[in-house]
């Protein structure tokens, strides 16, 4: 079962996306819902989790601030709201589920179910 990403586009510095992520394949024992993203060339790397019981959030440094990682767990939704946005902030983005511990959320070998992703670019 795979978590979709969904609501990438182009966009110019300084402005705002929402990215979905359809969680319905979740397991009973899913932790956390993470989002991903992936700059060609270069690694995939953390951006946000939220706990999917309690709601708590974590943030890479880098979007601190100006990403909010959010849940509907009645629909199975998570939401990555993405304001301020900056060219390095382009990458295709991914949402995975883990039910790993808090000390290693940030890696994403600990999460399974990856979608094919969404594509945000963001021009200068």
């Known amino acids: 079962v795979q978590l979709q990403a969904s609501g990438g586009g182009l966009v110019q510095a300084g402005g705002s996306l929402r990215l979905s992520c359809a969680a319905s394949?979740?397991?009973?024992?899913?932790?956390?819902v993470g989002w991903f993203r992936q700059a060609p060339g270069k690694e995939r790397d953390f951006v946000a989790a939220?706990?999917?019981?309690?709601?708590?959030?974590y943030y890479a440094d880098s979007v601190k601030g100006r990403f909010t990682v959010s849940r509907d767990k009645a629909n199975k939704m998570v939401y990555l709201q993405m304001n301020s946005l900056k060219p390095e902030d382009t990458a295709v983005y991914y949402c995975?589920?883990?039910?790993?511990?808090?000390?290693?959320?940030?890696?994403?070998?600990?999460?399974?179910?990856w979608g094919q992703g969404t594509q945000v670019t963001v021009s200068s």
């Open positions: 995975a589920r883990s039910s790993t511990i808090v000390s290693a959320l940030r890696m994403p070998t600990m999460y399974d179910s």
């Open positions: 394949g979740l397991t009973f024992n899913t932790r956390f």
């Open positions: 939220i706990n999917w019981g309690s709601g708590m959030t």
